[in-house]
C-alpha cells in the first residue's frame, strides 16, 4: 500500500475547507482514509491551520510521502524542519 499526506475537500460551493489525512493513494475514489492529521480553512484572513504534529512525524517516519500541496502546509506547521531535525539525528528511517 503507498500511503500519502494529502488533503481533502470538504465545505460549502465556494468555501472550500479542507483535511489534511493519511490515506491510500492507490484505491480507487480517492483511497481510504487511515487518520485525519488537521485542518486547513485559506478564507480565514490569516489561514487558519491546525496540525497534529505528533501524528503527522509519525507517519512521515513511517514512510507517508505527502503531496505537494500537503508538504507545503506542513512546512508551514513546522512539521517538515522537525522531520528533517529527526532524520538528522539518526531516529527516522
Known amino acids: 500500500m503507498a500511503v500519502k499526506i494529502k488533503l481533502r475537500r470538504i465545505g460549502a460551493k465556494q468555501h472550500a475547507f ?45 514512510g507517508a510521502e505527502p503531496t505537494d500541496s500537503a508538504r507545503q502546509l506542513l512546512r508551514r506547521a513546522g512539521v517538515m524542519r522537525q522531520f528533517a531535525e529527526l532524520r538528522a539525528a539518526g531516529k527516522a528511517q
Open 18 to 62: 479542507y483535511r489534511l489525512v493519511v490515506g491510500d493513494s492507490l484505491a480507487a475514489g480517492g483511497g481510504k482514509v487511515l487518520e485525519s492529521l488537521g485542518t486547513y480553512d485559506p478564507h480565514g484572513e490569516p489561514p487558519a491551520l491546525s496540525v497534529v504534529a505528533e501524528r503527522a512525524l509519525h507517519w512521515l517516519q513511517r
